[in-house]
């Protein structure tokens, strides 16, 4: 059995590579509309707080709108907005939510890397002086990084589990933020080894982006060089990061977003039995 969406096809063997070709391929047929939602999500991206509300509620709005082509009940965008638009404040709240658990996620793993360079480090010194290190010290650092790693393991495992949790919010009707969080995590439940295998196949996707967008900003930062001050060059690499960093969100995003539908699609295929009908019109 397939699922059509514009001229591509879905099949509905769950395989993650299949999520991930048929996720990129949803998103080229709707490359325009998706690409300009994904453009207004990462502005709205740059405010904090109420700006990390409106840019998961975009992105979720993305995805809905993947979804319904999904589900062949197609949704214009004006009425996928006002939905969007009237769960303002739950998106605020999981907007926020989820960028505080990425954040130290992150943090987390920076300190367990710079303790384990340090670690290496010390045991390095102490082949090379044949001096014993500070124990003290040693222990501190093993402790440190020990904890990091556990809690980057949490909050890793936190992330996959919530790998979806815009989707409910945006698509089934009558759910609060706590059901929706439930949702996802009842959903993902047995699937996060597909939900890595999927992350990476993305990341492999993206490294010519990657290469890509870093070659722009090079050629275009670098003129910079000549024409301001030595002072200001502390700056350039700042400034050029955001911009690549920004640009990488604007092309990413939208097939990200079309990525959780079909994946959102296929689960709840699988243990739902969805058929055609979304989940406010099966009730």
Request: charged letters at 15%; proline letters at 4%.
């Amino acid at each position: 059995m397939s699922r059509n969406f514009g001229s591509h096809t879905l099949r509905q063997s769950f395989n993650s590579r299949n999520v991930v070709n048929a996720g990129v391929k949803l998103y080229f047929s709707h490359f325009k509309l998706y690409s300009n939602l994904s453009l207004r999500a990462c502005l709205w991206g740059l405010i904090p707080i109420y700006g990390w509300g409106k840019f998961t509620a975009i992105s979720a709005l993305i995805s809905r709108l993947a979804f319904c082509k999904l589900v062949n009940q197609p949704e214009s965008v004006q009425a996928a907005y006002r939905y969007i638009n009237s769960r303002s404040r739950e998106f605020l709240i999981l907007g926020n939510l989820l960028t505080m658990i990425l954040g130290l996620c992150l943090f987390s793993l920076f300190i367990s890397i710079v303790g384990i360079l340090v670690i290496l480090g010390i045991v390095i010194i102490t082949i090379e002086l044949r001096r014993a290190p500070n124990i003290l010290i040693t222990v501190t650092i093993v402790v440190i990084t020990i904890v990091a790693a556990i809690i980057f393991a949490v909050l890793g495992w936190i992330t996959l589990r919530l790998f979806i949790g815009d989707l409910p919010l945006a698509i089934e009707k009558n759910i609060t933020l706590r059901e929706a969080v439930s949702r996802s995590w009842q959903l993902t439940k047995g699937y996060l080894g597909h939900i890595q295998a999927i992350q990476a196949l993305y990341i492999l996707v993206l490294v010519p982006l990657l290469m890509l967008t870093t070659t722009i900003s090079i050629v275009l930062f670098y003129p910079l060089v000549r024409i301001l001050p030595v002072s200001l060059y502390f700056f350039i690499p700042w400034v050029a990061g955001i911009s690549t960093g920004f640009l990488i969100g604007v092309i990413a995003i939208p097939p990200w977003q079309a990525i959780k539908a079909v994946f959102y699609y296929e689960v709840r295929n699988y243990k739902e039995g969805l058929g055609l009908e979304l989940r406010d019109r099966e009730r």
